[in-house]
């Protein structure tokens, strides 16, 4: 029998033994309610949310040290993030439920963050250290009542560290870890991660300010196609400042200012196009992004008012060797983003409130390329929205959220979305949800202005119907979901011979989601969720079928814990253009599954934290995309200090 399908079926054995054999522990674990803000924009207890919410908490945050915060987005159900796996330059995919990057909106503090340069508005995260990042919400399915433009398949709402309660706190932190293939297994560092944050609270303002430091080293970008052949390494490196200071004017009112700066520069390789000359020590980018803004809140008898405001500025510039001309060419792309978010909640009575809220974006872009240039003064368009979600919440079980949104574009005009989303608890351990809702994608200032450019483009229009149950047994030390999702997506924008268009017709893509945790005991926890995925062929490109994740978390000690990970990814078609034949080629790639461990140790109490992790360690060689490099057996140690 092939060793993957032994491994396989023996650790799903394990997950059902675990599940069906559960240990008489008289100690009643403490529940605490879990909070959501992704489906309101308000807190509210997870109970009584009827859309497919993950959250990653600060704790599960700490038990993945050493991690990407793409890496520990792909453990999520539905989500493939395609080159995390990979070096650390290449660009991410981020397909969830048979979407791609534009289908996904990426906030963080609740903030929408885009590159209004890129083809597609996606904005890059490997921008944003995980060490700066506090919590992760993820929502699933159509958002576009609440978000706007690009919530189409999941929204990924990141929360950076806050201010300490104490006057002054310190943290510290450093961790050196291998960065190799499979087949050239070198465990010296190569990979080198480190940063220090000051924050406190002094009476009415509270303060943090941290820098984040990253240097990576060792791995060809391209793959080698003949083994030993000595391809150049591709260095990535990464630095972050990140400021908040909040000032709390009297109990009802806050100020809350922010501003980062991030800075990446990373040598990269020519596109694989199976020619064998891909791999070159010239190429470099750098990309520099710059964030500031304020969000007051105000809290009053039956509701609260937010204003969230941000200013986004993103410079892109590229090195690239033309091997045609024997030229450095310079290309440069820089892109200005506003967007100021109004809302109000209104309490009407304990069962009832309405978000009333409008939201304003501007965006420009300018690019100095060897192909001709734009100029940011007439590459540009705003949006205004005005939206609302109601949430009745009874006493017998039913909870509903509908709303609506309509999107008023400078360029091409109007756009109504809508939600309606209701669920049924029938007691305290069942809950039944579904959902539908719709969604659109903005064309980018790209696709309308660039030299492809087409001003009559329309927006892609999504619509996604949901449906499952949560349940928990066992005092809700086993809780178990399935989820169903059917999405039908229209009016893509494509691309012909000359210039982007609106592509006629539908596509879909259905699946199903599972999830289950299972406090064992007081020591042994099980996590596991698997992701069934089928899309029409025109979606079809580095989306797994079948895609599955097992995480054992075993507390020795108060203070020693470790971790044991396993992924599944199924078989993928990918495809690229063969520089030999002038034709776009179609390839399979193999299934391939992963194991991943980690430690962590608590030397002095609240203190000092040391951690080690070691990640593929049965050092498979797998393929992630054709013709890319990916990551073997590696090492980590790293060490964390609170003064």
């Given at each position: 029998?092939?060793?993957?399908?032994?491994?396989?079926?023996?650790?799903?054995?394990?997950?059902?033994?675990?599940?069906?054999?559960?240990?008489?522990?008289?100690?009643?674990?403490?529940?605490?309610?879990?909070?959501?803000?992704?489906?309101?924009?308000?807190?509210?207890?997870?109970?009584?949310?009827?859309?497919?919410?993950?959250?990653?908490?600060?704790?599960?945050?700490?038990?993945?040290?050493?991690?990407?915060?793409?890496?520990?987005?792909?453990?999520?159900?539905?989500?493939?993030?395609?080159?995390?796996?990979?070096?650390?330059?290449?660009?991410?995919?981020?397909?969830?439920?048979?979407?791609?990057?534009?289908?996904?909106?990426?906030?963080?503090?609740?903030?929408?963050?885009?590159?209004?340069?890129?083809?597609?508005?996606?904005?890059?995260?490997?921008?944003?250290?995980?060490?700066?990042?506090?919590?992760?919400?993820?929502?699933?399915?159509?958002?576009?009542?609440?978000?706007?433009?690009?919530?189409?398949?999941?929204?990924?709402?990141?929360?950076?560290?806050?201010?300490?309660?104490?006057?002054?706190?310190?943290?510290?932190?450093?961790?050196?870890?291998?960065?190799?293939?499979?087949?050239?297994?070198?465990?010296?560092?190569?990979?080198?991660?480190?940063?220090?944050?000051?924050?406190?609270?002094?009476?009415?303002?509270?303060?943090?300010?941290?820098?984040?430091?990253?240097?990576?080293?060792?791995?060809?970008?391209?793959?080698?196609?003949?083994?030993?052949?000595?391809?150049?390494?591709?260095?990535?490196?990464?630095?972050?400042?990140?400021?908040?200071?909040?000032?709390?004017?009297?109990?009802?009112?806050?100020?809350?200012?922010?501003?980062?700066?991030?800075?990446?520069?990373?040598?990269?390789?020519?596109?694989?196009?199976?020619?064998?000359?891909?791999?070159?020590?010239?190429?470099?980018?750098?990309?520099?992004?710059?964030?500031?803004?304020?969000?007051?809140?105000?809290?009053?008898?039956?509701?609260?008012?937010?204003?969230?405001?941000?200013f986004n500025k993103i410079e892109r510039e590229y090195d690239e060797f033309n091997t045609w001309t024997s030229v450095l060419e310079k290309s440069k792309y820089q892109s200005r983003s506003i967007i100021i978010d109004a809302f109000n909640k209104y309490k009407f009575s304990k069962a009832f409130f309405l978000v009333i809220g409008s939201n304003?974006?501007?965006?420009?872009?300018?690019?100095?390329?060897?192909?001709?240039?734009?100029?940011?003064?007439?590459?540009?368009?705003?949006?205004?929205?005005?939206?609302?979600?109601?949430?009745?919440?009874?006493?017998?079980?039913?909870?509903?959220n509908i709303g609506a949104r309509l999107n008023v574009h400078s360029e091409y005009g109007n756009q109504f979305v809508y939600n309606i989303n209701p669920s049924f608890n029938l007691n305290?351990?069942?809950?039944?949800?579904?959902?539908?809702?719709?969604?659109?994608?903005?064309?980018?200032?790209?696709?309308?202005?660039?030299?492809?450019?087409?001003?009559?483009?329309?927006?892609?229009?999504?619509?996604?119907?949901?449906?499952?149950?949560?349940?928990?047994?066992?005092?809700?030390?086993?809780?178990?979901?399935?989820?169903?999702?059917?999405?039908?997506?229209?009016?893509?924008?494509?691309?012909?011979?000359?210039?982007?268009?609106?592509?006629?017709?539908?596509?879909?893509?259905?699946?199903?989601?599972?999830?289950?945790?299972?406090?064992?005991?007081?020591?042994?926890?099980?996590?596991?969720?698997?992701?069934?995925?089928?899309?029409?062929?025109?979606?079809?490109?580095?989306?797994?079928?079948?895609?599955?994740?097992?995480?054992?978390?075993?507390?020795?000690?108060?203070?020693?814990?470790?971790?044991?990970?396993?992924?599944?990814?199924?078989?993928?078609?990918?495809?690229?253009?063969?520089?030999?034949?002038?034709?776009?080629?179609?390839?399979?790639?193999?299934?391939?599954?992963?194991?991943?461990?980690?430690?962590?140790?608590?030397?002095?109490?609240?203190?000092?934290?040391?951690?080690?992790?070691?990640?593929?360690?049965?050092?498979?060689?797998?393929?992630?995309?054709?013709?890319?490099?990916?990551?073997?057996?590696?090492?980590?140690?790293?060490?964390?200090?609170?003064?």
């Amino acid at each position: 029998m092939n060793k993957k399908v032994i491994l396989t079926s023996a650790l799903f054995a394990f997950v059902t033994t675990c599940v069906l054999a559960q240990e008489k522990d008289s100690t009643r674990t403490n529940q605490i309610q879990e909070v959501v803000i992704s489906d309101t924009k308000f807190a509210q207890s997870k109970e009584k949310s009827g859309k497919v919410i993950v959250k990653i908490t600060q704790e599960e945050l700490q038990k993945k040290s050493g991690q990407s915060l793409a890496t520990i987005l792909n453990t999520v159900a539905g989500f493939e993030i395609n080159g995390n796996q990979s070096a650390n330059g290449k660009n991410l995919g981020y397909y969830v439920r048979g979407g791609k990057n534009h289908q996904v909106l990426i906030l963080i503090d609740g903030i929408p963050v885009t590159d209004a340069s890129g083809i597609n508005f996606q904005y890059d995260l490997r921008l944003l250290p995980i060490d700066q990042v506090e919590s992760i919400e993820i929502m699933k399915g159509a958002a576009s009542t609440l978000y706007g433009t690009g919530a189409a398949t999941a929204v990924i709402n990141i929360t950076l560290k806050k201010s300490s309660k104490k006057s002054i706190q310190a943290t510290a932190y450093l961790n050196i870890g291998s960065n190799n293939t499979a087949s050239n297994e070198r465990y010296n560092g190569q990979d080198f991660n480190q940063g220090f944050s000051l924050n406190g609270t002094i009476k009415k303002v509270n303060y943090l300010a941290s820098l984040n430091s990253s240097e990576t080293n060792g791995m060809s970008q391209i793959a080698e196609t003949i083994p030993n052949s000595n391809y150049d390494f591709d260095r990535f490196s990464r630095i972050n400042y990140s400021t908040k200071i909040g000032f709390k004017a009297t109990e009802k009112l806050t100020f809350d200012f922010f501003g980062n700066y991030d800075k990446v520069t990373n040598d990269y390789d020519y596109g694989f196009d199976n020619t064998g000359f891909n791999d070159t020590d010239l190429n470099l980018s750098k990309s520099n992004q710059f964030r500031f803004g304020f969000s007051p809140k105000y809290e009053y008898a039956k509701g609260e008012f937010v204003l969230n405001s941000s200013f986004n500025k993103i410079e892109r510039e590229y090195d690239e060797f033309n091997t045609w001309t024997s030229v450095l060419e310079k290309s440069k792309y820089q892109s200005r983003s506003i967007i100021i978010d109004a809302f109000n909640k209104y309490k009407f009575s304990k069962a009832f409130f309405l978000v009333i809220g409008s939201n304003y974006q501007f965006h420009d872009m300018a690019s100095q390329t060897p192909y001709g240039s734009i100029e940011n003064d007439k590459v540009k368009f705003n949006m205004i929205d005005p939206y609302f979600t109601g949430v009745y919440t009874s006493s017998y079980g039913l909870n509903l959220n509908i709303g609506a949104r309509l999107n008023v574009h400078s360029e091409y005009g109007n756009q109504f979305v809508y939600n309606i989303n209701p669920s049924f608890n029938l007691n305290k351990n069942i809950k039944i949800l579904s959902s539908f809702s719709t969604a659109y994608i903005t064309p980018s200032l790209y696709q309308l202005y660039s030299e492809y450019g087409n001003l009559e483009l329309t927006p892609e229009k999504n619509s996604t119907i949901e449906g499952g149950f949560d349940v928990s047994f066992f005092d809700k030390k086993l809780n178990f979901n399935v989820v169903g999702f059917y999405r039908e997506q229209d009016n893509s924008i494509g691309f012909d011979a000359s210039r982007y268009i609106n592509v006629d017709g539908s596509n879909k893509a259905k699946g199903v989601e599972t999830n289950i945790n299972y406090l064992i005991n007081r020591k042994l926890n099980l996590n596991a969720n698997y992701t069934f995925t089928q899309v029409d062929e025109a979606l079809n490109r580095l989306i797994p079928k079948h895609k599955a994740n097992v995480s054992l978390d075993f507390s020795a000690t108060n203070r020693l814990f470790f971790n044991l990970n396993y992924q599944y990814t199924d078989v993928r078609k990918d495809a690229f253009f063969d520089g030999t034949t002038f034709g776009v080629v179609s390839t399979k790639l193999d299934s391939y599954q992963l194991i991943n461990a980690l430690f962590k140790y608590e030397l002095v109490k609240n203190t000092l934290t040391i951690f080690g992790n070691a990640t593929n360690i049965l050092n498979e060689e797998f393929v992630e995309n054709i013709g890319y490099s990916t990551r073997g057996r590696n090492f980590r140690l790293g060490l964390n200090l609170n003064f």
